[in-house]
Each structure stands twice: as structure tokens, then as C-alpha cells.
């Protein structure tokens, strides 16, 4: 899906070590999967994510020389991910509203019959129904990061992490009712 060398041998790599290079490519295979989390949770189609997620390792790549260790590498990469990502869907938003995808119209057709299947229709129809922060917010919390992890990633108080969580939880719960 994605070609972590054509990132990381563009033009924009001049200053950057072969050794920086392998760095950043163990770097990136490592944390892959945040970067697959943050491209399907803010696209629709597969040829979209693709692209989402071919912007983020660009954007990865570029800023990868300012990167200080001051933080660990994944909330650095959630936050560089998730600029991408939510920038690349206000955009593809605004152009894309009322057209679904074939994959939707797929998924409308599929018959969800187990009760299982059914709380997760219900979940994934919740978070797509959200704005991109808190998109970002239940996708972090869904993955196990802690408060001050979140908050670090969003730019937001930990306090405000718990708020909003909270909220989204009694959301998710009365559209249940």
C-alpha cells in the first residue's frame, strides 16, 4: 500500500543521513498501524486511504529532522497523522458530501444480524457521525492511550480529554436507547 522509500527519497530529504533514513523507515514500520488507524477512520474508500495515508508518510518525512524525541515517536506520529488526515477530510468533505462510496453502499447492503455486529454498526455509525477532533479523541481512546497521552497528541488538557470522553460515552449511550 505504501512505499515508505518514495517518501523518504524525494527531494525533500536533502540533510538527511542514511542513517536518519533507516531510522525513520524502522521508525515508521514499527508504529504502522497508527498510520492505517488515522487513514480508515478519516476515508471512505480505499483508494482514499491510500492516498491519506501516502500524504502522512510524506508529511512524516518531512518533518522528521524537527523531531526531538522530547515526546515518543508514536504521539508525535499520531499528531503529525491526524493533522494530515483531518486536513485531507474537511477538504475531500466539502467536495464529496452527498456522494457514497461503493464500499457504503456495500456495507448498507450487508446484513448485520448478530447482536455483536450490531453494537458495532451502532459504534462505527456513532464515530462517523463525529467531528474531526473527537473522531481523533475516541479513536486514541479506543486504543488504549491514557489521558495525558490524548491530550499530548491533541493539544489538549487532560481534564478536557476526560470531559469529552465522558460526554461522547452518555452520547454513545442515549443513541442506544
Known amino acids: 500500500m505504501?512505499?515508505?522509500?518514495?517518501?523518504?527519497n524525494n527531494s525533500l530529504s536533502v540533510g538527511?543521513?542514511?542513517?536518519?533514513?533507516?531510522?525513520?523507515?524502522a521508525l515508521l514500520d514499527e508504529h504502522k498501524k497508527i498510520l492505517y488507524k488515522v487513514a480508515n477512520l478519516y476515508s471512505k474508500s480505499r483508494e482514499d486511504r491510500e492516498d491519506v495515508a501516502q500524504e502522512i508518510v510524506a508529511q512524516l518525512?518531512?518533518?522528521?529532522?524537527?523531531?526531538?524525541?522530547?515526546?515518543?515517536?508514536s504521539t508525535w506520529m499520531y499528531r503529525i497523522a491526524l493533522n494530515v488526515a483531518i486536513s485531507n477530510y474537511r477538504r475531500e468533505s466539502a467536495r464529496k458530501r452527498y456522494v457514497l462510496s461503493d464500499e457504503e453502499q456495500l456495507l448498507?447492503?450487508?446484513d448485520l444480524s448478530t447482536e455483536r455486529s450490531e453494537e458495532?454498526?451502532?459504534l462505527y455509525q456513532f464515530i462517523d457521525g463525529l467531528d474531526p477532533?473527537?473522531?481523533a479523541l475516541v479513536m486514541l481512546y479506543l486504543d488504549g492511550n491514557s489521558?495525558?497521552?490524548?491530550?499530548q497528541v491533541?493539544?489538549?488538557?487532560?481534564?478536557?480529554?476526560?470531559?469529552?470522553i465522558s460526554r461522547l460515552k452518555q452520547q454513545l449511550k442515549q443513541g442506544k436507547k
Open 2 to 8: 505504501i512505499s515508505h522509500a518514495t517518501a523518504a
Open 16 to 25: 538527511i543521513t542514511s542513517k536518519q533514513h533507516e531510522r525513520f523507515e
Open 61 to 73: 518525512w518531512r518533518s522528521f529532522a524537527s523531531f526531538d524525541g522530547r515526546v515518543q515517536f
Open 108 to 110: 448498507k447492503a450487508v
Open 120 to 122: 458495532l454498526r451502532v
Open 133 to 135: 477532533l473527537n473522531k
Open 147 to 151: 489521558y495525558a497521552e490524548t491530550a
Open 154 to 164: 491533541l493539544g489538549i488538557s487532560e481534564t478536557n480529554v476526560a470531559t469529552k
